[in-house]
């Protein structure tokens, strides 16, 4: 099983920057695609970023040329630096990781963080 401790949210003020954290850990053999989500209350969960294991990265609509995602593939560690934050931007982040739980297996499983919050406000 995976699991996914989130860090660095919090209030910040509009233009503001934030970075947030995600560290995976527990028995797993590989883990391929991890990436961040967000989710107002009455709202789907929506892809902020998510990047691949070969660093191939995607990015939702909303935050193209602000946000940027990374990872260490050494640390299982991925981060989200968002930049020049809106309250629009204002949610709950939750970290995907999809993980191979052992080697030579076909299936990826889904693991998803407790979440954190980000305001944007004055």
């Known amino acids: 099983q995976v699991q996914l401790v989130e860090s660095g949210g919090g209030l910040v003020q509009p233009g503001g920057s934030l970075r947030l954290s995600c560290a995976a850990s527990?028995?797993?053999?590989?883990?391929?695609?991890m990436g961040w989500y967000r989710q107002a209350p009455g709202k789907e969960r929506e892809l902020v970023a998510s990047?691949?294991?070969?660093?191939?990265?995607n990015y939702g609509g909303s935050v193209k040329g602000r946000f940027v995602i990374s990872r260490d593939n050494a640390k299982n560690t991925v981060y989200l630096q968002m930049n020049s934050l809106k309250p629009e931007d204002t949610d709950v982040y939750y970290c995907?990781?999809?993980?191979?739980?052992?080697?030579?297996?076909?299936?990826?499983?889904?693991?998803w963080g407790q979440g954190t919050q980000v305001t944007v406000s004055s």
């Open positions: 995907n990781a999809k993980a191979r739980l052992r080697v030579g297996s076909p299936f990826l499983n889904d693991y």
């Open positions: 527990g028995s797993f053999f590989s883990i391929n695609t």
């Open positions: 990047i691949t294991s070969g660093s191939s990265t």
